[in-house]
């Protein structure tokens, strides 16, 4: 038997390569994880509208690095994988169709390559069905076009599970690093809970400590969250306290139950904070409810078949992500369970393949068409909830950009000002810096709000019916599209000819 745990789990032969029931991966391509990227990519394009306007958060990472806006406030929770990741388009350009078919391009080769991570562990018929799986989630195929960081997450566990699982090589150590180092470029708090089980594994379980595995991961994790530490030191005070500040702008990390708020959000809520209201109908949440049920029955047949580190270790690793979203925090969005999913989905792929392959005809005819029939309903259901949430949110990301065209004509134009009410998206695109006297992202006061009207246009974006803020109480009110401005005196751009 070989030493390397990894080996041993995948059923290795005795001179160390992998055995499976096909050829080996290099003899031939694998088109079906191929296929299967290439539709995620084209469901983005057809489905998730390139002209979608940038959202919130997009506006303050995409600023970062755009010639178009200065750039918006970065908070302690944030890290600059996202900015690096869409500088090569938003550098140069303030397209955001160009932006969105960079992305779902890009996207659509990373699940890719995190699938081709598990070569050698299952079969392409099992990597096939886990990646249609992820990909046809209505919340991997709106964020994945998106400039935020969870699909990258998602797609970095997937691949350093894949690697951690597969036989010991230099190929596989290297996937096991960067996949790591690019969850942790991303956001290295989850980095940390995606890998939590792996890091036990290989410190606190004899037969899986081996030097090499541990040293790509933890290395990989450093590289990642290196900018993000240096950072802490320059601006924050330290990393002890960027995550003492990240924690109080999340509403305090500690024992909240976001089972219920997770499930309002699988309605198309991409933000549920504060998450009140009632709970989705359960045609909406039954896939979700099914997931644990799924996994168990993956664990099953993992054991049966005498494989169960396979599929354990990615259960873990799901199980590890999904924690603090679950249970930590007291909101929920969608996006932050995609890590969970990604993992999830390739135990139980198996599990369905092992049910469509089982034993005997009828029983296989019957599994085949319960399946087929469970799986087309969990599309249109998917389908459904995308459709809702791209036109909802591109309404309000149009009614933005009408808020931009109307403070230009009031001659509120770059370099300016705003603060007030969606402040950060409608600053990015009327092209203005963004500030906040209070709140989780105070970043300056009502005196350097007040020296900078002396020198540049200035507003206050306050809803209809809403009052000022103290220091906006005598600037001139006006209408900006669904907004009212409250302009401060001082220098105006003249108007368009």
């Known amino acids: 038997m070989s030493d390397s745990p990894q080996v041993t789990l995948t059923g290795a032969r005795g001179d160390g390569s992998a055995k499976t029931d096909r050829a080996p991966w290099r003899s031939r391509p694998d088109a079906g994880p191929l296929v299967v990227a290439g539709a995620f990519t084209l ?11 940038l959202g919130w958060d997009e506006s303050v990472y995409v600023s970062q690095v755009s010639s178009h806006a200065p750039a918006a406030f970065f908070s302690a929770p944030r890290a600059r994988g996202v900015p690096l990741l869409v500088a090569p388009v938003a550098a140069w350009s303030s397209s955001t169709a160009l932006l969105r078919i960079y992305l779902a391009v890009l996207s659509g080769l990373g699940l890719l390559l995190a699938l081709r991570a598990w070569r050698g562990v299952f079969p392409a018929r099992v990597l096939t069905t886990a990646g249609a799986l992820f990909a046809t989630l209505w919340v991997t195929l709106f964020y994945g076009p998106q400039a935020m960081p969870n699909y990258w997450v998602a797609v970095g566990a997937l691949a350093a599970t894949g690697y951690f699982l597969r036989p010991r090589s230099r190929r596989a150590l290297c996937g096991l690093a960067l996949s790591a180092a690019l969850m942790a470029w991303m956001r290295p708090t989850d980095a940390v809970w995606a890998t939590l089980p792996l890091l036990v594994l290989l410190v606190g379980v004899r037969r899986w400590r081996r030097p090499a595995p541990l040293l790509a991961l933890a290395g990989g994790l450093a590289l990642g969250a290196a900018e993000w530490v240096i950072e802490a030191y320059v601006s924050y005070g330290g990393p002890a306290r960027r995550l003492a500040d990240a924690s109080r702008i999340q509403g305090g990390l500690g024992w909240n139950l976001a089972v219920a708020d997770q499930l309002r959000g699988l309605s198309g809520r991409t933000l549920c904070r504060p998450c009140t209201g009632d709970l989705p109908p359960v045609v909406l949440t039954l896939w979700w409810w099914a997931l644990p049920f799924l996994a168990a029955g993956a664990a099953v047949v993992a054991v049966r078949a005498r ?10 690793c799901a199980a590890s992500a999904a924690f603090p979203y679950l249970f ?35 029983r296989r005819r019957l599994t085949t068409a319960l399946v087929t029939l469970a799986l087309a309903v969990h599309l249109a259901v998917q389908f459904a909830v995308l459709d809702h949430t791209v036109r909802r949110t591109t309404a309000a990301h149009r009614e933005w950009a009408r808020t931009a065209a109307a403070l230009h004509r009031l001659g509120v134009r770059p370099p300016c000002l705003l603060t007030g009410r969606d402040y950060v998206p409608v600053a990015y695109y009327a092209g203005c810096a963004s500030a906040a006297v209070t709140g989780h992202d105070a970043n300056t006061t009502a005196d350097a709000i007040g020296r900078a009207a002396r020198t540049r246009p200035v507003a206050a974006l306050v809803p209809p019916g809403g009052a000022p803020p103290a220091h906006a109480r005598a600037w001139t009110p006006a209408r900006a599209g669904g907004l009212l401005a409250y302009l401060a005196p001082g220098p105006r751009a003249p108007s368009p000819p």
């Open 43 to 53: 469901a983005q394009l057809l489905l998730v509208r390139p002209w979608m306007g």
């Open 328 to 362: 930590l925090i007291g909101y929920a969005a969608p996006r932050f369970l995609l890590p969970a999913y990604a993992l999830l989905a390739v135990p139980v792929a198996d599990l369905l393949v092992h049910g469509v392959r089982a034993p005997g005809r009828i």
């Open 307 to 316: 494989r169960p580190a396979l599929t354990l270790v990615p259960l873990a």
